[in-house]
């Protein structure tokens, strides 16, 4: 569901892509627990949200207000729910799932967030891990696959509610850094922007805390051609480098943000940042 007036945060519930990465590298395992994340995260989204003004504006969220943000995420919880508990394998199938309704009141509207929150992790506690699933992706993937992409959507827009209230959040390097590999493997060049040209140089994404384990945490992008990016996971110079924390890169790629270093061709990294459409 892409509105006009977008929240860019990669919710794609039901837009077909291929997969958009070209990587010679294999990316490590999550050294987070995904779900642990989505519950807790969730939670205080869902306390956040129901304790202030609905019609204050999100910053990061253009024309949008924290109701319309929360409206947002019930319905990509609800989404996923959906998918995981009927066990979707066919796009044809998606319409199965029970769109939810906007509530015209905040309580009604932070019930139904509550109730998409507690079937989300219950459809991931209690599914086989072995189960496949419809995605976006082009073709179906694993109940982890769901759970990253909730982990990050649920964060990322944990985010974007503290920035519309005035408070600022901050996540661990590697939930993080691992944002930022599936954002490179997922979204980067999927589609390409309307107006925006070519990247015309490569990039070289280098996270600079402490806590992550080396050799992680970088990624060199040779090509920014849709539907797909070319990356390797691995230190190495480009035309620009973007360094900073995990997390400032990570909403530095979702436009969210500008606190990182951009050092080299300054143009090729806002090329870079500008090109995928969100």
């Known amino acids: 569901i892409r509105p006009s007036h977008r929240c860019v945060s990669g919710n794609r519930l039901l837009a077909a892509l291929v997969g958009t990465v070209l990587s010679m590298t294999t990316p490590a395992p999550p050294s987070y627990d995904a779900i642990e994340h989505i519950r807790l995260d969730g939670t205080e989204f869902i306390r956040l949200v129901s304790e202030a003004d609905p019609t204050l504006s999100v910053p990061t969220c253009p024309g949008w207000r924290l109701g319309d943000l929360t409206f947002h995420v019930a319905r990509g919880w609800n989404y ?24 015209p009141e905040h309580a009604g509207l932070i019930d139904v967030l509550f109730d998409a929150h507690v079937r989300l992790c219950d459809a991931l ?22 759970a990253r992409r909730m982990t990050h ?19 661990g390097p590697a939930v993080s850094a691992d944002g930022i590999d599936e954002w490179l493997t997922w979204f980067a060049a999927g589609e390409r922007a309307e107006g925006e040209m070519k990247v015309g140089g490569t990039v070289h994404l280098h996270c600079t805390d402490s806590e992550l384990p ?22 190495r110079k480009g035309d620009a480098a973007i ?36």
Do not use: C, Y
């Not at 086989?128 to 694993?142: H, R, Y």
């Not at 050799?215 to 230190?235: I, L, N, Q």
């Open 80 to 103: 996923w729910a959906g998918v995981l508990s009927t066990g979707i394998t066919s796009r044809n199938d998606v319409r199965e799932i029970l769109e939810i309704e906007r509530p």
């Open 125 to 146: 506690h209690t599914a086989d891990a072995s189960m496949k699933v419809w995605t976006w992706t082009g073709s179906t993937q694993p109940v982890a696959w769901v």
């Open 153 to 171: 959507e649920t964060m990322v827009h944990l985010w974007d509610a503290g920035q519309a209230i005035g408070l600022d959040f901050e996540f």
């Open 214 to 235: 080396h050799g992680t945490g970088e990624w060199f992008v040779s090509a920014m051609k849709e539907p797909k990016a070319t990356f390797t996971r691995e230190h």
């Open 243 to 278: 360094r900073g924390q995990a997390q400032d890169i990570l909403m530095w790629l979702w436009r969210r943000g500008s606190d990182v270093e951009v050092i080299g061709d300054k143009v090729v990294a806002r090329r870079f940042q500008a090109f995928t459409d969100l």
